[in-house]
């Protein structure tokens, strides 16, 4: 079972407000994504990380920002959350790409702007 | 760019009946190839993958997917599928060389019906 943790499970906050998505994870895994699903669609990457101190934006345009202090916690923050922020949000991380594994994604954040 | 598609949006099957969910992907060299299930409010578990060796590749609850360089596909398979199969379904690929960013499908919904 993988040891990746994302909290809250569900947010429900309104228009305005800033917003941090938790996410942790055991392994000592080099790089963390963040993947934005909106229902029943496909995942779009909006940030990743290398390393400590790396980020990098993905392929989709997000108001998003994170950071990378430790290894373990890859947060991603909303300075002002909108409706349309609404969306499921998905937090994985690999090993080393020499490892040839698999990205481990935690359980997801859904989040609801009213 | 590697891309990878999932030619069909919906699957509709019968409990018992076998299954077989499509993936097509672009890529200049092998790729390393992954399935994906993810269950209603739920993140992405691992299915099974496909580094080398052997084309034809079992996962876990049942599932195999062939690797066909000369269609460029990775189907995913199952003899009889059980209710508890409906899901989302992602097919995913990594780069063979490079860095490791995971480039997802668009999924393929599985209905089963009773």
């Known amino acids: 079972e993988a040891d990746i943790y994302q909290t809250p499970r569900y947010l429900v906050i309104g228009t305005g407000k800033k917003i941090t998505l938790e996410c942790s994870q055991t392994?000592?895994?080099?790089?963390m994504y963040w993947y934005q699903q909106d229902p029943g669609m496909e995942l779009h990457l909006i940030h990743y990380s290398y390393g400590v101190n790396s980020t990098e934006k993905g392929d989709l345009s997000s108001e998003s920002t994170v950071s990378r202090i430790r290894t373990e916690h890859f947060p991603l923050t909303l300075e002002s959350a909108r409706p349309s922020h609404t969306s499921q949000y998905l937090c994985a991380s690999s090993a080393p790409d020499r490892l040839n594994t698999e990205a481990f994604f935690g359980q997801g954040t859904r989040l609801t702007v009213v | 760019a590697q891309s990878v598609t999932q030619p069909d949006i919906h699957i509709t099957v019968s409990e018992g009946a076998s299954l077989e969910l499509r993936c097509n992907y672009s890529?200049?060299?092998?790729?390393?190839l992954f399935w994906y299930v993810q269950s209603p409010g739920q993140g992405l578990q691992l299915l099974l993958k496909?580094?080398?060796?052997?084309?034809l590749v079992q996962g876990i609850k049942g599932f195999e997917a062939e690797f066909k360089r000369s269609q460029s596909s990775f189907n995913l398979r199952k003899p009889s599928v059980h209710w508890s199969d409906a899901a989302e379904y992602f097919c995913a690929l990594r780069r063979s060389g490079g860095s490791y960013i995971p480039t997802f499908g668009r999924g393929t919904s599985l209905i089963v019906h009773p």
């Open positions: 496909y580094f080398s060796g052997d084309t």
């Open positions: 392994m000592g895994h080099d790089k």
């Open positions: 890529y200049g060299a092998t790729p390393y």
